[in-house]
């Protein structure tokens, strides 16, 4: 980057000079015409700096604009998100968007335990989120969890309360 900024400062240097060269012999209407010419081409680049901030701004806006969407997005995702068991009571499956994982009974009643767990609803999420982590890796292909922030996390568990209770004894 430095040899292309030494060689644009020579080119730079060269054409000014060469400018200053040709000053001489150029009346002053064609001097005042030079003028007026450098001014538009002055203002041309501050309006072409200008518009690249502003595509920066609406770059930034837009991205913006998409995280909302998304958050948006995965508050309406109990309509998305599902748990159903199998016939045979031996595994259960996680839906989401026309995909699931499956997860074995042991799994299940872990996550039941976890879901039913006490503590803060964040404190409840962390620990899905690290169970997933940990047990299960595979679900994040599958449900794209940022963090233990994710309101899909909150989603997964309130499924799991609706839909398993831990019997006592």
Known sequence: MAKKAGKSDRERNLLANELNGLIPQIDSEGLAFLVKQARVLIYNMQVDQLNKAAGAVNEAASREAGIKRELKTAKSEGEKLRIAGSESGSSYYIFYRNSNVMFSR???LQLVKIAGGKGTDLELRERLYAWFERERRDIFALIPL????????KTIAAL???NFKIRNG
Not at 146 to 153: A, T
């Open 106 to 108: 042991d799994e299940m």
């Open 146 to 153: 940022v963090d233990k922030f994710d309101d899909r996390l």
């Open 160 to 162: 799991i309360k609706k």
